[in-house]
């Protein structure tokens, strides 16, 4: 597997060399650090911070082992639940544009990722495995679809000089953040095997939903204020 990870990287990197770089230099100022677009991209920082510590608490091994605990889920059959689940999510990537075009990135993001957040509390009161199953797919259909519009709006809403340090600084918070929830996961699955791990995620990921709307659904990129959106 790490094998085959390392010939899809480079695979990519020969994708990426024919893209017109040209064109993009052209386009796009020199890169700079923060200035104009600082309390926008430090807001952002914070709030993808909290998306993703939400989602540390549920990584797809502690997943794995909570179906292990409370269904008796044999390796092989969660495995296979991960593939599609994988599969949903990279077809929901596609859609997630469609969506963007017609209500705007905020919206995309929000009012996908939220019903998300609530199929994913509810995962633990469900009567059977069927069922938890049955809204682990549901869910992996509509909770990444904010990934590329997320990437997208933080390229979009800061000045064209300073997207390099607002890629670094939206980024780098995140994976610090989801570092840190597994261990209490971890800590959570082993006094019982209720859920509450599912049930903090989805709650930290409803709250950041509901930030992100209240202090980001009026600033809307120069692309969507154009067409009218």
Not at 1 to 29: D, Q, T
Not at 36 to 64: C, E, N, P, W
Not at 65 to 94: E, M, P, R
Request: charged share 10%; hydrophobic share 55%; proline share 6%.
């Amino acid at each position: 597997m790490f094998m085959l990870y390392a010939l899809l990287g480079v695979g990519s990197a020969v994708v990426y060399r024919k893209l017109p770089v040209a064109l993009v230099a052209e386009a796009e100022a020199p890169a700079a650090p923060l200035s104009s677009s600082k309390r926008t991209v430090y807001m952002l920082a914070a709030l993808f911070s909290l998306d993703a510590f939400g989602g540390g608490f549920i990584v797809q091994s502690l997943l794995a082992l909570w179906l292990l605990q409370k269904y008796q889920l044999s390796i092989a059959v969660a495995g296979t639940i991960f593939f599609w689940t994988g599969v949903f999510s990279a077809l929901s990537y596609l859609v997630a544009t469609r969506i963007a075009d017609r209500f705007g990135l905020v919206n995309t993001m929000v009012f996908t990722h939220l019903p998300s957040s609530v199929l994913l509390i509810r995962i633990p009161f469900g009567p059977s495995l069927g069922f938890a199953l049955a809204l682990l797919l549901a869910r992996s259909a509509l909770s990444q679809m904010d990934v590329p519009t997320r990437s997208s709006y933080v390229m979009a809403v800061v000045a064209p000089s300073e997207r390099a340090a607002a890629a670094s600084i939206t980024s780098v918070p995140r994976s610090l953040a989801s570092a840190v929830s597994p261990l209490l996961a971890g800590y959570l699955l082993s006094v019982s095997s209720f859920g509450w791990p599912l049930i903090v995620a989805g709650g930290l990921k409803i709250a950041y939903d509901l930030l992100l709307l209240v202090n980001f659904r009026s600033v809307r990129p120069p692309e969507e204020v154009a067409a009218g959106n």
